[in-house]
């Protein structure tokens, strides 16, 4: 896929928020990179969506009202940018994203930001299926050590490499901030 960025594509910053204690994930760089996606997107004019997870389970720390809802600083939407809320895994399901998008015009998305094996490829897969062009900027998603069901610890990175490795595969096109930086210049 070429990245020829242009109005018909659209950046997705999915649950960019404080609930989550980014040192302790795969990826250190993610908050960084994701940072430069949104000044070189932001200076280029192209269509840009923040997704925010607002959680219905009790005691979450993405619940509404609680700090850990928050978007992080500096991926907070500026001048009149748009926030999707969400309470389940894809941004698509549950929220007008999709309309928003055809609206737009979109017909590719360019989504990084928390966390790669839940909420950044739930959503690459569904953007796929609903027929979007779809790009997912690994070096700017993370993601967590995990339990599997036999009760063994599964590295973050080992879930990150799998979960981009399985999207580039079938669902995205997978790429570094560095390529998106390029294309945008």
């Not at 999915?14 to 996606?37: C, H, K, T, W, Y």
């Not at 399901?93 to 928390?114: Q, Y």
Request: contains cysteine; proline residues 6%.
């Amino acid at each position: 896929m070429t990245l020829d960025f242009d109005a018909r594509t659209a950046l997705i910053p999915i649950d960019v928020q404080q609930g989550f204690d980014l040192p302790a994930s795969s990826n250190p760089a993610m908050e960084a990179n994701g940072l430069r996606l949104l000044s070189a997107w932001r200076a280029a004019g192209l269509p840009l969506i923040h997704v925010r997870h607002d959680s219905v389970k009790p005691g979450s720390p993405f619940t509404p009202g609680q700090p850990g809802n928050t978007l992080r600083p500096g991926f907070e939407p500026v001048r009149r940018e748009p926030l999707v809320t969400k309470s389940v895994n894809a941004a698509f399901i549950g929220t007008d994203l999709d309309l928003r998008l055809r609206r737009l015009g979109v017909e590719r998305v360019v989504l990084f930001g928390l966390t790669t094996d839940m909420c950044v490829s739930t959503t690459a897969r569904v953007a796929a299926n609903l027929g979007y062009r779809t790009v997912v900027v690994g070096d700017a998603t993370a993601c967590f050590d995990l339990v599997d069901a036999e009760g063994r610890s599964i590295r973050a990175a080992e879930l990150h490499r799998a979960h981009l490795a399985t999207l580039h595969v079938e669902f995205a096109t997978v790429v570094t901030t560095d390529a998106v930086l390029a294309a945008l210049a």
